[in-house]
C-alpha cells in the first residue's frame, strides 16, 4: 500500500502548500507551467516541501513523453534506455526526464545525457537535497535554471494536514476530529518536512481508526506517542551545515546573547562538537579580535574542555565560550587588515623588503650596507625608521577599532610617535 503523503499528493498547484516564492501567481514556476515551455531545471531544497510533487504537475501540463528515474538507484542502462527512446513514434514532442536525487549520479551518468540536453531532445528536471554548487557538475549545472524550495513553515503543514485529514475521513468513510494542539504538535516536530508529518497522521489513523471504524479523535498525547522526538534538519555536508554555522557566527556577531545560545543549542542537538569548537575559535579573532585580546585563550581553554569532557557535559564549556563573545565588545580590525596585505601580495607589485630589515648576512643586506636601529636602544623602545617596501610605503592595513583597549593603544602610539 502506498503511504499517505503519496495519496494525496496534490495534481494542481492550487492544491500545494508553502513555496509561494515560485508558484504563486505570477512567480517563475507559475509561468513556466502556464506557458507549457519547460526549461532545464534543477530544484534544490530541504525534503518534503514538494519539489517531486511539482516536478509531477509539470510533467501533466507538457505534452512530452514522461519518465522518472531516482538518483540513489540509477545505473547507465536505466539513462541509455531513456535516451534510445529519442525519435521513437511517442517522443516526437520531446522527453521529459526527471531524476529525483540527482546529486547521487556520477560524472558520467550526468555526462550521458549532457549532449542531448544541449540539443532539446531531452528536457531535464532534477531535484537535490544538496547543495547544487558542490553537488552537480558544472556542465549540467551551467545548462539548467536552479530553483530553491524552502523550508514549510508551520502554518503550511498544518494545511497540509487538514487537506489530508479530508481526504482520508472520504476515503475511509470516517470521522476525523482532532485537537489544534495536536496538530501544532505534529507540525512543529516535522522540521519543515510534510511528508514527515504526514508519515505521523498516518500512523496516528492506522493504528487509532480499529478501536472506533466511525469516528477519531487526535488529541494531543496521540501526536506526542506517533511523533516520538523531534529530528533536527541537519546535514554535515549540505547547506543545513554551513547555514546554522553562519547562523552561530552572526548571532554572536551582533552581539545577541539570546540567538547565540539558541544556534548553539541546535548545533549540540546535532552532535557535531568539532565544527563548534572550529568556529568559536575563529570568532574569538575575527569578530572580537584586539577589542578583548584575551577572548582567544578563554575560548581555548572552554573548547578543549568541551573536546575533553564530550557530550553532554561539553554544553557548559561551549556555552560559557559563545556568551562571552556574544557579550563582549567586537572588533574586525586585524581581520580587516591581514586580508587586506593578503589582497595585495596577489594583485600588486609590493616590492623587495628594505634592506636593512633583512638578516645581516645577507647577500642583499651586504651589498645595500644599511644600518637597522635598534629600538631598545632608543627611549619608549621606539625609533623611527623604514620598514614598509618602497611600492606600498604609504599603505594603511590597520586601522584601530572603536572599543577601549585598541584606543588606549592609539592614544599610547600616538603619543610616542609624535
Same mark, same amino acid.
Given at each position: ?47 518534503g ?14 505534452n512530452?513523453k ?5 538518483g ?11 535516451i ?11 522527453? &521529459?526526464? =526527471? !531524476?529525483? +536525487? ?5 560524472? %558520467?551518468?550526468?555526462?550521458?545525457? #549532457? $549532449?542531448? @540536453?544541449? /540539443? ?7 531535484s ?52 489544534d494542539?495536536? &496538530?501544532? =504538535? !505534529?507540525? +512543529? ?5 510534510? %511528508?514527515?508529518?504526514?508519515?505521523? #497522521? $498516518?500512523? @496516528?489513523? /492506522? ?22 522526538s ?27 546573547q ?51 569532557l ?56 651586504i ?37 577601549k ?14
Open positions: 500500500m502506498n503511504p499517505l503523503a503519496d495519496i494525496i499528493r496534490p495534481n494542481q498547484l492550487n492544491d500545494i502548500v508553502g513555496q509561494e516564492h515560485i508558484i504563486g501567481e505570477g512567480k517563475l514556476l507559475n509561468r513556466i507551467i502556464k506557458s507549457k515551455l519547460i526549461p532545464n531545471m534543477i530544484f534544490y531544497g530541504p525534503s516541501t514538494g519539489k517531486t510533487t511539482i516536478a509531477n504537475i509539470i510533467a501533466n501540463s507538457s512530452k514522461f519518465y522518472k528515474l531516482n540513489t538507484n540509477t545505473n547507465t542502462d536505466a539513462i541509455k534506455h531513456v534510445s527512446q529519442i525519435g521513437t513514434l511517442h517522443t516526437l514532442s520531446g522527453i &521529459l526526464l =526527471y !531524476i529525483d +536525487e540527482l546529486h547521487y549520479l556520477t560524472k %558520467r551518468q550526468q555526462q550521458a545525457i #549532457l $549532449e542531448y @540536453i544541449e /540539443n532539446g531532445d531531452i528536457t531535464l528536471i532534477g537535490t537535497t544538496e547543495n547544487v554548487n558542490f553537488s552537480i557538475f558544472n556542465a549540467l549545472l551551467s545548462r539548467c535554471t536552479t530553483i530553491e524550495f524552502k523550508a514549510l513553515t508551520t502554518k503550511n503543514i498544518i494545511e497540509g494536514l487538514k487537506r489530508a485529514i479530508l481526504l482520508e475521513e472520504q476515503k475511509l468513510d470516517i470521522k476525523i476530529k482532532y485537537e494542539k495536536a &496538530l501544532e =504538535y !505534529i507540525s +512543529e516536530v516535522s522540521g519543515g518536512d510534510l %511528508r514527515r508529518a504526514l508519515n505521523t #497522521l $498516518e500512523l @496516528i489513523i /492506522n493504528t487509532y481508526a480499529i478501536y472506533d471504524p466511525d469516528e477519531l479523535f487526535i488529541d494531543i498525547d496521540k501526536a506526542v506517542e506517533c511523533s516520538q523531534k529530528i533536527t534538519n541537519y546535514d554535515r555536508d549540505g547547506d543545513g551545515h554551513y547555514n546554522l554555522l553562519s547562523f552561530f557566527q552572526k548571532s554572536i556577531r551582533g552581539s545577541d539570546q540567538a547565540s545560545v539558541h544556534a548553539l543549542a541546535r548545533l549540540i542537538k546535532s552532535g557535531d562538537l568539532n565544527s563548534i569548537c572550529r568556529r568559536l575559535l575563529v570568532i574569538a579573532s575575527e569578530d572580537i579580535g584586539l577589542a578583548y585580546p584575551q577572548g582567544i585563550s578563554i575560548v581555548k581553554a572552554c573548547t578543549d574542555s568541551a573536546l575533553q564530550g557530550l553532554p557535559e561539553a554544553r557548559l564549556p561551549l556555552a560559557q565560550a559563545t556568551l562571552l563573545l556574544a557579550s563582549l565588545p567586537k572588533s574586525n580590525s586585524a581581520y580587516n587588515a591581514i586580508n587586506q596585505a593578503l589582497h595585495d601580495l596577489e594583485t600588486i607589485d609590493v616590492g623587495q623588503i628594505p634592506a636593512h630589515l633583512c638578516d645581516t648576512h645577507s647577500n642583499y643586506a651589498k645595500n650596507k644599511q644600518h637597522y636601529l635598534y629600538p631598545h636602544n632608543y627611549p619608549n623602545h621606539y625609533v623611527k625608521q623604514h620598514y614598509m617596501p618602497d611600492p606600498i610605503k604609504d599603505k594603511i592595513y590597520y586601522e584601530y577599532g572603536e572599543n583597549f585598541e584606543h588606549a593603544l592609539k592614544v599610547y602610539w600616538d603619543k610616542v610617535k609624535k
